[in-house]
């Protein structure tokens, strides 16, 4: 996504990363034809998008970790935190 880093700046400025906020979960996880919180441009399940973004660096910086394991992983900082997600400006 050629948005990618904005989308992950703001989420980071916004302090949206570790919310418990339901709605605003809901608006980063839902169908629709797009992502409230950014713009109407923005795709739906953005929080989707970006959680898989984490995983797939996650399992590149962890070639020793199965992709079950991944989802076995009960710390979800941990697979944050190992897996350097920052995408590129």
């Known amino acids: 996504m050629k948005n990618e ?19 605003l979960i809901r608006s980063f996880m839902a169908d629709g034809p797009f992502t409230a919180e950014f713009s109407k441009e923005a795709p739906s399940r953005l929080g989707e998008w970006l959680g898989w973004q984490i995983v797939r660096k996650y ?7 199965t992709f079950q394991q991944v989802m076995n992983e009960k710390d979800p900082q941990k697979i944050l935190t190992l897996s350097g997600y920052k995408p590129e400006k």
């Open 59 to 65: 399992l590149e910086n962890q070639p020793e970790v």
């Open 5 to 23: 880093a904005h989308v992950w700046a703001a989420i980071i400025e916004n302090r949206m990363l570790y919310t418990t906020d339901g709605k």
